[in-house]
């Protein structure tokens, strides 16, 4: 199947400080990337849609100020956390919907883990 | 919105037997898709299995194999021949064929196989 590549898949930082997370389409191209906040034991919850070449959909009540959210490419979108906190310590997912098939089933990275001290 | 519901949170389920795990969605559409999705402790979702709703015949992959019934609104997973590696969190996932690229998931269920 596609693969996406998910960098880092851990990360500690300090409060305030900013954090970029990259996710990669590694076989095929990617239109269109997810990015899912998960918490511990439970679902995925959709933060934003990235769209190459355009500006990233928000879900309400995600700050777009906070998620900085850049699909320079078919195959890059990168996530930035920005001034972290605390409370932005979260398992953070991305998933690449692939295109060329009927279903437009979706590929997900490995995840990154984000700690913010 | 489309709901998405995993009623059951925890299921275990012994070395070689059978475990179903249930879905139900809720949904005014007729054409849409419904995946199964798999998260081990790895954190990797992986998809198990898909279904499209204008196929009446139910997928199967291997020892995986859905009960789709469409007019219910259910989707449930039937694993086959448990194993010690399908233990993990699966999540079933809803997405239309005409509104769009979102997904809906639903919360999960937690597969313990027991040796």
């Known amino acids: 199947g596609a693969v996406v590549s998910q960098h880092p898949s851990r990360v500690i930082c300090k409060s305030g400080t900013s954090v970029k997370i990259e996710c990669r389409s590694l076989?095929?191209?990617?239109?269109?990337m997810f990015w899912y906040r998960q918490f511990p034991k439970q679902s995925l919850m959709l933060m934003a849609t990235?769209?190459?070449?355009?500006?990233?959909?928000?879900e309400q009540g995600v700050e777009k100020d906070k998620f900085l959210i850049n699909h320079a490419s078919l195959t890059l979108s990168t996530l930035t956390v920005t001034s972290a906190h605390p409370e932005d310590s979260s398992f953070y997912i991305c998933?690449?919907?692939?295109?060329?098939?009927?279903?437009?089933?979706?590929?997900f990275g490995e995840g990154s883990r984000l700690t913010v001290l | 919105a489309q709901t998405v519901t995993q009623s059951q949170p925890e299921m275990s389920v012994q070395e070689a037997e059978t475990v179903t795990l249930s879905c139900t969605y809720d949904?005014?559409?007729?054409?849409?898709?419904l995946f199964w999705y798999k998260q081990p402790p790895s954190r990797q979702m992986i998809l198990v299995i898909r279904?499209?709703?204008?196929?009446?015949q139910n997928a199967t992959e291997n020892r995986f194999s859905v009960n789709f019934q469409k007019a219910a609104k259910s989707f449930s997973l039937k694993i086959s021949d448990s194993q010690l590696g399908d233990a993990a969190m699966y999540f079933c996932?809803?997405?239309?064929?005409?509104?769009?690229?979102?997904?809906?998931f639903g919360t999960g269920t937690s597969l313990t196989v027991i040796p």
């Open positions: 998933s690449a919907r692939f295109s060329g098939g009927d279903t437009g089933e979706l590929f």
């Open positions: 076989d095929f191209q990617a239109t269109t």
């Open positions: 990235s769209n190459e070449g355009s500006k990233a959909t928000y």
């Open positions: 949904t005014s559409e007729s054409d849409y898709y």
């Open positions: 279904q499209e709703a204008y196929k009446q």
């Open positions: 996932a809803y997405r239309s064929a005409s509104t769009g690229n979102q997904f809906y």
